[in-house]
């Protein structure tokens, strides 16, 4: 099963920047689609950025412009940019891989979450 522990939360004035690290364990990182998400006080889980193995990315509307996702396939590494940070970005965020080698062999697998307060 795939570790991953996320890095670069904490607390940040509204405008300001973070970024976010995410380190899987293993030997296949750059076959995982990534992906950032989070989770707010009260709401539900939801997703922020993807990058596909490929290097495709996609961004939730509320994000586009101001977040970016890459990743460093030499060093497991999936990173979140997050600039222009407001309080609606407070909240904790979690890292996740997946993949599907066969219909019976998947990964899904998530960090435990870094909190990122946005907060003057």
């Known amino acids: 099963q795939v570790q991953l522990v996320e890095s670069g939360g904490g607390l940040v004035q509204p405008g300001g920047s973070l970024r976010l690290s995410c380190a899987a364990s293993?030997?296949?990182?750059?076959?995982?689609?990534m992906g950032w998400y989070r989770q707010a006080p009260g709401k539900q889980r939801e997703s922020v950025a993807t990058?596909?193995?490929?290097?495709?990315?996609n961004y939730a509307d509320s994000v586009k412009g101001r977040f970016t996702i890459s990743r460093d396939n030499a060093k497991n590494t999936v990173y979140l940019q997050m600039n222009s940070l407001q309080p609606d970005d407070t909240a904790v965020y979690y890292c996740?891989?997946?993949?599907?080698?066969?219909?019976?062999?998947?990964?899904?697998?998530w960090g435990q979450g870094t909190l990122v307060t946005v907060s003057s």
């Open positions: 996740n891989a997946k993949v599907s080698w066969s219909p019976t062999n998947t990964l899904d697998a």
């Open positions: 293993g030997r296949f990182f750059s076959s995982y689609a």
């Open positions: 990058i596909t193995r490929g290097g495709r990315t």
